[in-house]
């Protein structure tokens, strides 16, 4: 490192930069940061690499580990079930305005959140409705909460106590006051070199370069410069390692005092022998100047593309894992090898900075847009080292411009090792063989849910609460959601349940997917066939989603026209499935529903709320000005968008609070209809038993 040459001259930027950043402090601290990552005694590195870990803070190297394999839910969830139920009651009584005694446990609805993908906006959208839902009682009767991306890390700042609380406003609060400053700013550069946040931000990163995969990508980096935003307190007293580790997020779950989240991210799974010719045909395709080769090639690559699997993995304070392969490990042990079903070696948890850099970049800003936008500060760094990461990011220039690329060293060791021929049928053959996993790797385009339903579907959830403040249109992600529950046999899921084309004014996304053939799937094999087609057909179009995601201009189609022509969405909108419906012309909305239907309809209900702007509660504000891939939001920004999104004594929510209503009658009614099923099963049962016991006496 000492004969690296630092720049002697320095671009403009195209962008603003804060005003606080001076070269020679900056030049000042990344010299002492490259001293600290050195492999020399004394050095930083040394100090989390090669010392003992702490078992009071790490008490997990002290364990072994081993995959537990099956369909159904670990011990220590289901014995958070009966905490959460029995928290739930009291508030239970109180929602549905009846005696606590009138109140069987068996009867309560299972209730879940679902926060949708969208960087800091998301983040803040679900921080708010999780506020409104304290505010009003419904947080206190929700099982489960869970998200991807942005509302990862609102669950991340609630469950882990940095904001010095787990009540959702004091959450908000420090996200608000955490986020006015960017991760790119100098106060990052201070948080990486000085004692105790230096330590803390990069035990992450170095155990992980220092891990069985020997690598630390980009985002990882990423993900440790967010947490220096979000998951450090502002008083820096409060810090605790503990902050870092979703193993210990169960403190106040194991008790039932908060619903239990489950965080998600995908891994994408290409046969070996697919993979190359992948590869091959998309440069060809690239290259050709033949229209008719080009639609050949178009084709090839469809076809080709038909074999991808998108493999849902489960992060919760219990365990990580994916419910389609069957195969389950202590959260406490994401980053150990693994060989046969056991750990090789016992390694501190994988920290939760390198896991938010994984949620993030799972439905957020390509890298090759990212490293664009901090160009002119990585022009500070030694020339060396920026021509190196320039090198990476120009031979890797095509695939890290897709519109949701991760890159493909974001790896982990392989848990399923040596585990062949005991995952579940139909897991891909050699995902036993890998020494690591790689969650969201390039090359492949994400055709799935921005909006985590898919966890829910073998939790016997009754109703799930969306929250999306997404982006991309939703329609495509409703119908897929109904393929997947199919794809599960799961005949409860809302089918035939006229989704909306169009959520929001304008939502250009919705022009491009209302294309998508009505569909229906009555079948595990037909909504196998589906899946596959409209994942295809969400490959194709996502090509032609880039740089628009966030453009909302009103569709010009004849087609959107007719199909948005009926009544507009409110801030609430609720559908409940049923396993009897065989009718897909049958509407399974709340609002057209009276109440014998209601009580008739033994499904899953969905109520979607989405991020809209309001002009009663704050006009003129638009939330969606906040970008997806903004790196500090202002406080007057944040609390607007808070203002349409949670409940204050002063400011009601102007979108969950309005949804109170429609969530309780539907609660009620799921209520009402579980415990008429209880009561019809006891009868049965007494009638078997009297039946019995009259024979019996005959004889």
Known sequence: ???????????????????????????????????????????????????????TVNPECEWDAEVRLGEELCLAERAFLGERKRRMKASFARLMGVPESDIDERDMPIVAIAGSGGGYRAMLNTLGSLTAANSNGILDCVTYTAGVSGSCWALGILYSGVAGSYVPRDAAAHAIERIQTSYLDMETLDALVTPPTNKYLLSGILRKAAGPTGTASLVDLYGTLLSSRLFIPTDVSRLDPRHLSLHFFRRNIDNGALPLPILSAIQHVTPPENAEEIREVADEKALSVDDERAKSLDSKQHRLEKNIRWLWYEFTPYEV?????????????????????????????????????????????????????????????????????????????????????????????????GLNGQLRFGSPPDITESD??????????????????????????????ALDASADSQDLWFTRAEELAAKRGLSTWPRGATWPVRVRPGDE??????RV???????????????????????????????????????????????????????????????????????ARLDDLDEAALLRRDGIAVVYIPLMPNENRV??????????????????????????????????????????????????????????????????????????HLGNNLH
């Open 1 to 55: 490192m000492s004969t690296w040459t630092w720049p002697t001259s320095f671009p403009t930027p195209d962008i603003q930069w804060p005003s606080s950043f001076s070269v020679a402090d900056i030049q000042e601290r990344m010299s002492a940061l490259l001293l600290e990552l050195g492999l020399g005694p004394g050095s930083l590195y040394d100090e989390i690499v090669n010392s003992p870990p702490d078992v």
């Open 321 to 417: 894992g994916c419910d389609e392969l069957g195969a389950w490990i202590p959260s406490w042990a994401l980053g150990r090898p693994f060989m046969n079903g056991r750990n090789l070696e016992r390694r501190p948890e994988l920290s939760f900075s390198i896991l938010a850099g994984i949620f993030g970049s799972a439905f957020c800003a390509s890298l090759k847009h990212y490293f664009r936008e901090v160009e002119p500060i990585l022009r500070l760094l030694p020339v060396q080292l920026y021509n190196w990461l320039e090198e990476i990011v120009t031979e890797n220039e095509g695939d890290l411009g897709l519109i949701h690329p991760v890159l493909p060293n974001q790896q982990l060791p392989n848990f399923l090792r």
């Open 436 to 465: 690591t996993l790689g969650f969201m790797v390039t090359n492949l385009r994400p055709a799935e849910l921005n909006i985590p339903y898919y966890p829910f579907l073998r939790r016997n959830v009754d109703c799930i609460i």
């Open 509 to 514: 996304g919705a022009a491009q997917t209302s």
């Open 517 to 587: 053939p009505p569909f229906e799937a009555s079948t595990p094999d037909t909504a196998n066939m589906k899946l596959a087609q409209t994942q295809e057909s969400a490959l194709a179009k996502q090509t032609d989603k880039q740089g628009s995601t966030e453009r909302r201009d009103m569709p010009k189609d004849d087609e959107q026209r007719a199909s948005t022509s009926q009544s507009p969405l409110s801030s609430c909108e609720v559908w409940i499935g049923s396993s009897q419906s065989t009718d897909s012309e049958v509407s």
């Open 619 to 692: 006009p003129g504000f638009d939330p969606f000005s906040i970008s997806t891939w903004r790196r500090e939001v202002s406080q007057e920004e944040s609390q607007r968008l808070l203002d349409v999104a949670e409940a204050s004594e002063q400011s009601l929510d102007a979108n969950f609070m309005e949804s109170r209503e429609k969530i309780v009658r539907l609660l009620r009614a799921i209520w009402m209809r579980k415990k008429m099923e209880r009561r019809r099963r006891q009868w049965k049962t007494r009638l078997a038993h009297l039946r019995e």
